[in-house]
């Protein structure tokens, strides 16, 4: 079976500083991974998904296949980046399998 | 369009009522995804159905979870007889007939069992 891991419920960063969260996967085939983001208050909404290549907010995540990682990245980050971070994959049967999600926290 | 609707936002039950949440998804979309959320953990899948057809319930308890979405009106997750381990965030998905596109979520409904 699938399985994501983020290992940090928490990072704490100031405002300038890169940010790196991590996210790790378990499947023997070749899933389609994600990263949602859920501001204070505001529903979980998609931030990018590996396949697009894109880069949104800043944010870039790379699919490493060897170390079967999906780590998300901000060289310089903001205070208005704080929010949850959940990484997720889907396997091609729609439904999404979501890690239990990284805190970021830009302090001033 | 409004986005996926999700009432009630929070919904107190006592042990052994009954629960039921309602997912209105997006305009055009006739795919619904629920997913359970308990404190401090990642959203879990529950059901997956299209509209009349439940199409993967692997993630669903096999006693007092039912779901459905009819042809006319918002998706129900129906919980019966409700336990204190019941108490979690619920949230409702939506996309497309289109494969591979992305899924759209609501607010939650905030579910407490006392």
């Known amino acids: 079976a699938q399985r994501v891991t983020q290992p940090e419920k928490l990072l704490s960063v100031f405002k300038g500083a890169p940010v790196e969260l991590k996210c790790n996967y378990s499947?023997?085939?070749?899933?389609?991974l994600f990263w949602y983001v859920q501001y204070s208050r505001q529903r979980l909404q998609l931030l990018l998904r590996?396949?697009s290549r894109e880069s949104i907010k800043g944010f870039t995540a790379d699919l490493n296949k060897g170390e079967t990682s999906f780590h998300l990245k901000k060289p310089f980050a903001q205070e208005e980046d704080s929010a949850m971070y959940y990484c997720?994959?889907?396997?091609?049967?729609?439904?999404?399998?979501f890690g239990s999600g990284t805190r970021l926290q830009v302090q001033p | 369009n409004a986005g996926v609707m999700q009432n009630p936002r929070h919904l107190v039950r006592r042990r052994g009522q009954e629960a039921r949440l309602r997912c209105s998804p997006m305009?055009?979309?006739?795919?619904v995804y629920w997913y359970r959320q308990l404190p401090e953990e990642g959203l879990k899948f529950m059901v997956y159905?299209?509209?009349?057809?439940?199409?993967?319930e692997s993630g669903m308890p096999k006693e007092r979870f039912s779901a459905e979405f009819p042809k006319e009106g918002p998706s129900i997750l129906r919980i019966q007889q409700v336990v204190r381990g019941d108490s979690a965030a619920y949230f409702c998905?939506?996309?497309?007939?289109?494969?591979?596109?992305?899924?759209?979520f609501g607010q939650g409904t905030r579910l407490t069992v006392v």
């Open positions: 997720a994959l889907t396997t091609g049967r729609r439904a999404l399998t």
């Open positions: 590996h396949i």
């Open positions: 159905l299209q509209k009349e057809n439940i199409i993967d």
């Open positions: 998905a939506s996309s497309p007939i289109v494969e591979n596109t992305e899924a759209f």
């Open positions: 305009k055009g979309h006739s795919h």
């Open positions: 499947y023997s085939g070749s899933p389609e």
